[in-house]
């Protein structure tokens, strides 16, 4: 089963926020990005390491431009950040399944951190999300340790569901996870 086709039309749709712009994610942001992204701290709490190359992550938002998943049963919505100076402060992904459980993730540079760009960022995605009939609920997991996106997510009015222990091995230990959830109903 396939997201339905109003996830497919947000996947290419821009977002203004304020003075930030959110572009739909294409292969050439990765030269504007990959300075910032290669930064290893926006992966201490991520089962993900910094793109080896710019032409490395080329390729994968080559393979994110497709807008849904190989087996065709997601649909991803990715957006770069783009801040009024024309540079870029990271990325927003949201997943969409077939039901239109919607998980949302993001990458703010580091140093565009701690000046609620992360916030006004993903909380127009989450608008734009839940304006949409299809989605159903919106949903992020977090790593225990990362106090920043937890207090993010909490600002945006997620409400913690759970605590996943042992939800990940990554970088020689085991990661637990809050699992949040966004209330909202159509």
Not at 13 to 39: C, K, N, Q, V, Y
Not at 47 to 71: H, I, M, N
Not at 134 to 139: F, N, R, S
Request: aromatic fraction near 8%.
């Amino acid at each position: 089963m396939r997201p339905a086709p109003g996830i497919t039309a947000l996947a290419e749709t821009s977002i203004a926020a304020g003075e930030l712009r959110l572009e739909p994610l294409r292969p050439d942001h990765a030269e504007r990005l990959f300075d910032g992204l290669a930064d290893p701290t926006l992966y201490r709490f991520i089962p993900q390491e910094p793109p080896a190359d710019a032409t490395a992550l080329r390729a994968r938002f080559e393979r994110l431009a497709a807008r849904r998943s190989p087996a065709g049963d997601q649909a991803w919505l990715n957006w770069a950040i783009r801040l009024a100076d024309d540079s870029y402060a990271g990325l927003v992904e949201a997943t969409v399944d077939s039901t239109g459980a919607t998980d949302i993730a993001y990458f703010v540079l580091r140093r565009c951190q701690g000046c609620g760009i992360g916030r006004r960022a993903v909380g127009a995605v989450v608008e734009a999300l839940a304006a949409e009939p299809a989605v159903t609920a919106i949903g992020a997991s977090i790593d225990t340790r990362n106090a920043a996106s937890v207090a993010l997510v909490e600002a945006l009015g997620f409400e913690r569901t759970g605590l996943i222990r042992d939800a990940d091995q990554f970088k020689g230990g085991p990661s637990d996870e809050f699992r949040y959830q966004l209330p909202f109903g159509h």
